[in-house]
């Protein structure tokens, strides 16, 4: 395409005006294109911050939904570690953690789709003494919570609630028959009006159209979610889903420049994935849109060394 037809058209798409036919000329786009485009939307939109964000699988395994990607579903035979919820000391030692290797967030998560009143009281009094002592910005993902529970949450010193909505509404049930896609959209809703931050997002690469991740990101967009972390699936033995072929490192880029196109000025994560999937290719992530990463570690998966993360955020740094 003559290099004035082809900027002609970029400019022809607003991002204000984003719709299905505009997001279709840009999946057609050569991939080196697009990334320019999307990281231009970072820089005018983000600028140049990165959040960092560290986890804590603080309840895992057996869990009674039956998502066909997750290594912690009691349906599934796979090595991970099984115990209950942790004390208030041990979540407020991986809170520290979290803060001596740089996070500026700290996520609490708990495998199942809710907890009891109890589990909530206990993870709200961790929090409450982790925004004292540790000084760190407070997330939880803790499946689905009512207003009550939530606003619990919030002024024990919660900032953020995590939640995702995984994939489209079309291939969620695909994926999850154990609860409704709505389930997911009414805590987030009720996140919001309790007045917390949301992080919603989901996964990619399970099988999924590009015409799901699209569907994705624009129910993100039209909830007015804060921040969405990208997760690539990698295929887990025991689960479901251990044969899925995986997505390829250009695919996994394209989703994120298309979702920073789309989603403007949120935050952009990459998450589970990106060690394994993108390989030498993570940089590339953060040109494409990214904004954000997770570190320290995931649910099941061990991450790499803090050392090798930090010499990356330098380089995006550097290229930015």
Request: charged residues 30%; hydrophobic residues 40%; glycine residues 6%.
């Amino acid at each position: 395409m003559n290099k004035k037809i082809r900027e002609k058209n970029m400019r022809s798409i607003s991002i204000e005006e984003v719709n299905k036919d505009s997001i279709n000329f840009l999946l057609n786009l050569p991939l080196i294109e697009l990334i320019y485009r999307a990281n231009a939307v970072r820089k005018r939109k983000i600028g140049d911050r990165i959040e960092l964000c560290s986890i804590m699988n603080a309840k895992s395994g057996v869990c009674r939904e039956d998502c066909k990607f997750c290594a912690q579903s009691g349906r599934h035979s796979t090595d991970i570690s099984v115990y209950p919820l942790k004390n208030k000391d041990e979540i407020l030692k991986a809170a520290q953690r979290a803060k001596d290797i740089g996070a500026e967030r700290f996520d609490i998560v708990t495998s199942g789709n809710t907890l009891t009143n109890t589990e909530v009281k206990i993870i709200a009094d961790a929090i409450s003494d982790i925004r004292k002592k540790v000084c760190i910005n407070m997330c939880a993902s803790l499946g689905k919570l009512d207003e009550k529970s939530l606003l619990l949450l919030k002024n024990s010193g919660l900032s953020r609630y995590h939640h995702n909505i995984e994939t489209s509404e079309n291939y969620f049930p695909k994926i999850v028959t154990t609860h409704s896609f709505k389930d997911r959209i009414d805590t987030i809703k009720a996140a919001k009006k309790v007045g917390l931050q949301v992080c919603s997002g989901g996964i990619i690469g399970m099988g999924e159209t590009w015409s799901d991740r699209i569907d994705m990101a624009l129910t993100l967009k039209e909830l007015s979610v804060d921040s969405v972390p990208i997760n690539i699936l990698v295929p887990v033995k025991g689960t479901l889903k251990e044969s899925q072929k995986t997505l390829s490192s250009a695919d996994a880029i394209r989703t994120i420049a298309i979702f920073r196109i789309i989603l403007e000025d949120k935050i952009i994560k990459i998450a589970a994935g990106r060690e394994s999937i993108l390989k030498d290719f993570q940089a590339m992530a953060f040109m494409a849109g990214a904004n954000g990463m997770l570190i320290g570690g995931y649910l099941t998966i061990k991450s790499r060394d803090i050392k090798e993360d930090w010499r990356l955020i330098e380089e995006i740094k550097n290229t930015w």
